[in-house]
């Protein structure tokens, strides 16, 4: 596609709720990132596919988070028993593989109540 | 460890004059950099990037300077429109080793009229 797509835009779910996000990137973009964006700040790194492998699941908070792309393309983060602090903009991002071209979607705003 | 940071969280300039937006990396090895701009509602859009053999660099108003000496990053902004109104974000990362971008906090540019 023209960009990197995310859906739902917005999600609200119950404490305890398992949740699921989508991330669709640019067509032949092989590396694909998740960020986390809490209200005022920075977008914070959780993990990095280079094709349909993990490179770096370095910056994922718990094992409650996970993320899979099993053909390469399209990307989920799974999100288990929520929790009010999880709470947050998840943008999803792709690139070349050089890392060049780096182009993020809007996000999925997920509130927790 | 790896940090991006901003020194004002928040710059005020009247419509029509130069803005000036610094950044303090701290991660030696980062040789490549980022400015991205956020709109609210919106994710990250790329300005302009500089790569660490460079100390300068300019696009369409926008200039980027890397003091490699001081780990410091700005962003200039020529002729300010209400339109470059949002939130500033340069970033860092090690190009061809496969990692991520790491973010700053972020600075909002306000235009005054």
């Known amino acids: 596609g023209a960009g990197v797509s995310q859906t739902p835009s917005n999600k609200v779910t119950e404490k305890g709720k398992y949740v699921e996000l989508r991330c669709d990137p640019i067509?032949?973009?092989?590396?694909l990132y998740w960020y986390r964006q809490s209200l005022g700040q920075g977008p914070e790194f959780l993990i990095y596919f280079q094709g349909t492998g993990a490179a770096d699941d370095s910056g994922l908070p718990n094992d409650r988070f996970f993320a899979v792309r099993p053909e390469g393309s399209v990307s989920t983060l799974k999100i288990q028993r929520t929790e009010r602090g999880d709470s947050a903009v998840y943008l999803c991002?792709?690139?070349?593989?050089?890392?060049?071209?780096?182009?993020f979607g809007s996000g999925t705003r997920l509130t927790v109540v | 460890g790896e940090s991006v940071g901003l020194h004002l969280p928040t710059l005020s300039v009247q419509e029509g004059d130069n803005s000036i937006i610094n950044c303090a990396y701290s991660n030696s090895a980062s040789d490549y950099f980022i400015w991205y701009k956020q709109e609210s509602g919106k994710g990250p859009q790329f300005i302009i990037d500089?790569?660490?053999?460079?100390d300068k660099r300019q696009g369409q108003r926008v200039t980027v300077l890397l003091n490699k000496t001081v780990k410091h990053l700005s962003l200039q902004i020529a002729a300010t429109q209400p339109g470059d109104s949002a939130v500033y974000f340069c970033a860092e990362t090690v190009m061809n080793r496969d990692d991520k971008i790491i973010f700053g906090k972020g600075t909002r540019l306000h235009i005054l009229p």
């Open positions: 500089i790569r660490s053999n460079m």
């Open positions: 991002a792709s690139s070349l593989r050089d890392g060049y071209g780096y182009t």
């Open positions: 067509s032949g973009h092989t590396a």
